[in-house]
């Protein structure tokens, strides 16, 4: 059975931890589809659990929306009323034209959100150009705006639609700016989104060099680009540099997105190479993520010794792995108790915090850059936690 095929399943799944877990997973590998996103909406309204209440529903604005996928939306807006805002966002995701096609449809509409999507689509070339500068001008002079930079790429979504983008002229200017900047502004992020759309597979070597480099914004990107082409020769390529001190969490990553065997196969190998146990535990995480069995007896061994916890929940990956792969484990129920039970946990610590016992601030009193911790202490980047 091929990875989408189990992801779908998954997403099906009455068991709450297995249904959360394939929808992170499927998230940035750029596998999903119209059917997928059909199949998630069944899964959601199959019924919710206490455990994770709408957990499906807020999170895949990330599959492809079509214009049968919109008709769907305003059909249910017409009678979802309890969880409206997330379907509002899931119509914000499909492409300009499939939005301004129903945007008279669209409940609480707002009119100045259609304005700036009809001057994308109404805007000559030389005007989009124009628009993009002033978003990139924007977003250098203010702190990171994820609307902002969502806006950048819609139009150059808009400008590769009517085909004003060169191959050739991306791929030069790209290594231009590279080799003239040694930090990547926006202007930068954007040309490195495009080649990523352009799948261009010339400039692997060029970001496999920046991967290296500490820049959190251009990283993404990069590796959003290379997850995107997922050829057998980028998996290569991310290998040998996969356990650099300053990219291995980017380069996991990738190999955990790109669902192939090489991939699997390189992750096996990594983990062989390192003694590190942060590192072991992502490749752990990365294998379970590609939902490899192979990877099942390493993810076990770790667990024994110790994993590093501070980074991520191992018995969580390792439960939906043996399950969405139909094992029969004698861990699995240990595994499923044992998140229950700090599934409890929290939830005891968010109804004192609700009741008053203690107050978790979230909001920071001062502005915060795109690279910046965030202030509630989580160790994230801000606009990957509370920002959010």
């Given at each position: 059975m091929e990875f989408l095929e189990k992801i779908e399943l998954a997403l099906l799944s009455e068991d709450p931890f297995v249904q959360q877990y394939a929808v992170t997973i499927l998230k940035d590998s750029y596998l999903a589809t119209e059917g997928t996103f059909f199949t998630a909406?069944?899964?959601?309204?199959?019924?919710q659990t206490d455990?994770?209440?709408a957990s499906v529903l807020p999170r895949i604005d990330y599959m492809p929306i079509s214009?049968?996928?919109?008709q769907e939306i305003l059909s249910r807006l017409e009678i979802e009323h309890e969880h409206l805002i997330h379907y509002l966002r899931l119509a914000a995701s499909a492409p300009v034209e499939v939005q301004l096609k129903y945007k008279e449809k669209m409940p609480y509409a707002n009119k100045e959100y259609f304005e700036v999507?009809?001057?994308?689509k109404h805007a000559d070339t030389q005007g989009l150009h124009q628009q993009l500068q002033s978003v990139i001008s924007q977003l250098e002079r203010d702190y990171f705006n994820g609307s902002l930079f969502k806006l950048g790429k819609q139009i150059l979504q808009e400008l590769l639609f009517r085909n004003e983008i060169s191959e050739g002229e991306i791929i030069n200017s790209l290594r231009s700016y590279i080799h003239d900047n040694t930090f990547i502004l926006y202007g930068g992020i954007f040309k490195i989104f495009i080649a990523g759309e352009l799948s261009l597979k010339s400039?692997?070597?060029d970001f496999i060099s920046l991967l290296q480099k500490e820049e959190d914004l251009a990283l993404e990107?990069?590796?959003?680009?290379?997850?995107?082409?997922?050829?057998?020769?980028?998996?290569?390529?991310?290998?040998?540099i996969a356990l650099h001190e300053n990219a291995y969490f980017y380069t996991l990553n990738i190999l955990a997105k790109i669902k192939s065997p090489e991939a699997e196969e390189a992750l096996l190998r990594l983990f062989k190479k390192t003694d590190k146990i942060s590192i072991k535990t992502l490749i752990c995480d990365s294998l379970c993520q590609q939902l490899s069995v192979k990877g099942i007896p390493l993810v076990e061994d770790l667990l024994k010794t110790g994993f590093d916890s501070s980074i991520l929940d191992l018995k969580e990956s390792l439960y939906a792995n043996i399950k969405i792969n139909g094992i029969d484990h004698p861990l699995a129920h240990s595994l499923k108790k044992s998140l229950l039970q700090e599934m409890q946990s929290q939830r005891n610590i968010q109804k004192r915090a609700d009741a008053g016992f203690f107050t978790l601030d979230k909001?920071?009193?001062?502005?915060?850059g795109r690279n910046d911790f965030c202030p509630c202490g989580s160790g994230r980047k801000y606009k990957k936690c509370c920002m959010n």
């Open positions: 909406l069944e899964a959601y309204d199959k019924g455990l994770f209440p214009e049968k996928g919109m999507l009809e001057g994308i400039l692997v070597p990107e990069i590796a959003n680009a290379l997850i995107k082409m997922g050829t057998p020769s980028v998996v290569k390529a991310v290998e040998e909001s920071p009193a001062q502005k915060i």
